[in-house]
T-cell receptor, first 115, second 112 residues
Framework: DTGVSQDPRHKITKRGQNVTFRCDPI?????LYWYRQTLGQGPEFLTY????????KSRLLSDRFSAERPKGSFSTLEIQRTEQGDSAMYLC?????????????FGPGTRLTVT | RKEVEQDPGPFNVPEGATVAFNCTYS??????FFWYRQDCRKEPKLLMS???SGNEDGRFTAQLNRASQYISLLIRDSKLSDSATYLC?????????????FGQGTILTVHP
């Protein structure tokens, strides 16, 4: 399977704990995006990378959130001191800029539950 | 005001029906749009890209009206398997080649 993969698929954690999610994009894609989706809403943009450079962070991304893409391949999203409001589906997407279009393809997501 | 807005529905239609969803956008600089399909508790999957006035793929037709700033998705001969949430998607901030902004989603249920 050469699609976007995410790990873990589900994470249950207690408030105050740190969690880290991983995303592996489609191999030839140079852009990687993180989104967050809550029930009944469309995904909301969090941050994105072109190769290893983080180009933009949303205001939704508080100081407790950090994302990296150290070698321009996989990315990690860490949430420190989790809060119940962090419970959501965290989606990763990738795209190839410079191709015929810039469609983004999503991974299966990591569903986070903070208790 | 949200950048992309769509009627959340739900739409309940019988098999074989034709159904249309509309979506409006606020940033006149936006050039390209997408329709994604999302099944319950799954990731969004790209259904169609709309780079010019419209696009057609089998039973699905998407149209873009820049003057009125709306995008539509028409599904003909609905199948049970079309039941899903349909997300209208545009470029966040009107930029190209970058982050996306999603509508709330329109829920479609196709019944026998």
């Amino acid at each position: 399977d050469t699609g976007v993969s995410q790990d873990p698929r589900h994470k249950i954690t207690k408030r105050g704990q740190n969690v880290t999610f991983r995303c592996d994009p489609i191999s030839e894609h140079n852009r990687l995006y993180w989104y967050r989706q809550t029930l009944g809403q469309g995904p909301e943009f969090l941050t994105y990378f072109q190769n290893e450079a983080q180009l933009e962070k949303s205001r939704l991304l508080s100081d407790r959130f950090s994302a990296e893409r150290p070698k321009g391949s996989f990315s990690t999203l860490e949430i420190q001191r989790t809060e119940q409001g962090d419970s959501a589906m965290y989606l990763c997407a990738s795209s190839l800029v410079g191709g015929e279009g810039y469609e983004q393809y999503f991974g299966p997501g990591t569903r986070l539950t903070v208790t | 005001r949200k950048e992309v807005e769509q009627d959340p529905g739900p739409f309940n239609v019988p098999e074989g029906a034709t159904v249309a969803f509309n979506c409006t956008y606020s940033n006149s600089a936006s050039q390209s749009f997408f329709w994604y399909r999302q099944d319950c508790r799954k990731e969004p999957k790209l259904l169609m890209s709309v780079y010019s006035s419209g696009n057609e793929d089998g039973r699905f037709t998407a149209q873009l009206n820049r003057a009125s700033q709306y995008i539509s998705l028409l599904i003909r001969d609905s199948k049970l398997s079309d039941s899903a949430t349909y997300l209208c998607v545009g470029p966040k901030g009107g930029t190209s080649y970058g982050k996306l902004t999603f509508g709330q989603g329109t829920i479609l249920t196709v019944h026998p």
